[in-house]
């Protein structure tokens, strides 16, 4: 008769929380009728384990007589023979492993996340009151100091080629080394080089600074990223849609702080002003905390703990039972990782994608001012027969131009709430979709000589339609990739949305003088090509998770840069 088992482990294997001294307690119920079950067949062997992860912890049965173990514990196991193997199993120790994502689903959406809405929306409004001086400023400075239009254009492109070398390179950054780090310093050089372009005193200085804003704005998105890595799974949608009304409420800020600036004080005030937010958000910054997905990636698995304290602590919830399971990735941040066979193809459409939505965006808001100067959509090509009888000739932007530019930028708020609901029901891709197809059918009336106020009215409704497209987007990027290289894949993508950004000034300001009809074709053919690639997406995400490594979706564990701990 087997009496008793004896063996000297690690509780933790077995997923307790402390270990339990039971020697000279029967590891099977009391009785001699189960001592017999027991006694039938049984063979014993030893094992050392140093892999957790290989552990069966239902086909053991054994005891500790120390509080304390280490990860070579020899044990004893009792292997159980073909006779008794109906017997039913011991019931699972409460408290095993959890993950982050755990965490964050058990702790929900609380006063925590209430803080980081509101201080990474304030980092999204100071890009968008930066990004809404784009087609303010151009016009201004064409009557200041005289401009071709091809130098008008040059100044909003410059900030997009600043951008394109920023975003993928605050990314990697952010990959490597925080999402915090990178967020803060971006933000830094944004608010020191946005200050001094409003002391310019020549074109030439003007680009040099205003290209260096557009490299720190390349960091903006990183917001996104470290946002939506404290959003559990149901807050997500919603919750990173919201942050465009953030966006939405930058953009209209700049039109009202322009129609109070620039008829009395000048695009200098207009410029040192707007970059208020900026400073007020690196005044509250020292509070914002370190993605707890980046903490366990990179191995900083007691600070991502204390992270996940303070979430529990100020949401009034209570973290999971157990240890913190963190997979360890040692590579992260490469480009090459998202071209693997998983991800090849959703990179190359997201990146077209943003492209032309990056294109569109910015190019129905230049076509805005362009064509309000005009006083309606004929009147652009019109007015460039003008040009060539005197150049010096260039007209300011008055304050019915600025109403309606207001009226078009509030546009962004209903297209939100549509939006919000239409990826909770039809999903990522479908939404995406709807929006590229729904702008393009909305510029077409533009292509007939329309009145001022049908204009304003078109381009209400196409501008609500693109907003919405570009926080899908922001919402679907960090949903498909995981942590390991989630910022470097916003990053790229969003390098190629600056491509766009970059190539939409020449289209809306110069071709627009000498072609309407060519310049509308490009918009509405570029949003039907990627109304079409949204809909092939190979992964929807609604109500996915976030994933944490490439490795630990494909294979699991056990590659030589990926590691599974506990905390």
């Not at 942050?243 to 695009?267: D, H, N, R, S």
Request: hydrophobic share 45%; aromatic share 12%.
């Amino acid at each position: 008769m087997l009496d008793i088992l004896l063996c000297r482990v690690p509780l933790r294997l077995f997923g307790l929380h402390r270990d339990r001294e039971l020697s000279g307690e029967p590891c099977s119920p009391s009785g001699d009728a189960e001592m017999d079950r027991f006694a039938n067949q049984a063979t014993f062997s030893y094992r050392r384990w140093t892999d957790y992860e290989q552990r069966e912890p239902q086909q053991f049965t054994g005891h500790s007589d120390e509080s304390q173990g280490t990860d070579s514990e020899i044990c004893t196991i009792s292997s159980l023979g073909a006779k008794n193997a109906a017997l039913p199993s011991a019931a699972p120790v409460p408290g095993g492993t959890f993950t982050v994502e755990d965490a964050l689903e058990a702790t929900g959406f609380g006063v925590f996340q209430w803080k980081i809405s509101a201080l990474s929306g304030l980092s999204w409004l100071a890009d968008a009151m930066e990004m809404m001086i784009l087609s303010i400023l151009g016009p201004q400075l064409l009557c200041d100091w005289r401009l071709p239009s091809y130098q008008m254009a040059l100044i909003t492109s410059i900030v997009f080629i600043g951008m394109g070398f920023g975003s993928p390179m605050w990314g990697h950054f952010a990959d490597k080394h925080g999402r915090k780090r990178g967020l803060i310093i971006c933000m830094s050089m944004t608010f020191y080089f946005g200050l001094l372009s409003a002391f310019a005193p020549v074109y030439g200085w003007l680009l040099f600074l205003r290209g260096f804003v557009g490299f720190g704005i390349g960091g903006a998105p990183q917001a996104v990223t470290l946002y939506s890595e404290f959003l559990p799974a149901k807050a997500r949608g919603i919750c990173i849609m919201l942050t465009g009304a953030f966006w939405a409420l930058g953009a209209v800020m700049e039109v009202l702080l322009a129609l109070w600036i620039m008829p009395t004080l000048g695009w200098r005030w207009l410029l040192a002003l707007s970059c208020l937010p900026m400073a007020l958000f690196l005044c509250l910054c020292y509070w914002l905390p370190e993605s707890p997905r980046f903490d366990v990636l990179s191995g900083n698995r007691r600070k991502a703990m204390r992270t996940l304290n303070l979430i529990a602590k100020q949401n009034g919830k209570v973290l999971p039972q157990g240890k913190l399971v963190a997979h360890k990735q040692d590579k992260r941040g490469r480009i090459s990782d998202l071209f693997t066979p998983q991800y090849r193809m959703t990179t190359i459409l997201l990146w077209f994608i943003w492209f032309a939505n990056a294109f569109s965006y910015y190019g129905v808001i230049l076509l805005t001012t362009e064509m309000f100067q005009a006083g309606d959509s004929c009147g652009a090509t019109q007015g460039s027969k003008a040009e060539h009888i005197c150049s010096l000739e260039c007209k300011y932007l008055t304050t019915d131009d600025y109403k309606d530019l207001l009226w078009t930028t509030l546009a962004e708020f209903p297209g939100l709430l549509v939006i919000i609901f239409a990826v909770e029901y039809i999903g990522r891709k479908k939404s995406l979709a709807l929006c590229f197809f729904m702008f393009s059918l909305f510029l077409l009336p533009l292509y007939a000589c329309i009145g001022r106020t049908a204009l304003t009215v078109f381009i209400f409704i196409s501008r609500a339609f693109i907003s919405g497209g570009y926080q899908i987007v922001f919402l679907y990027t960090p949903e498909v990739f995981p942590t390991e290289n989630r910022a470097i894949a916003i990053g790229t993508a969003s390098t190629m949305a600056r491509l766009g950004a970059l190539i939409t000034p020449f289209v809306a300001q110069v071709m627009l003088r000498a072609s309407v009809y060519w310049t509308l074709a490009f918009y509405c053919g570029c949003s039907i090509l990627a109304g079409v690639a949204s809909l092939i997406l190979p992964i929807e995400t609604l109500g996915r998770s976030l994933q944490e490594t490439t490795g630990h979706l494909e294979a699991g564990e056990g590659s030589d840069t990926h590691h599974q701990e506990e905390l």
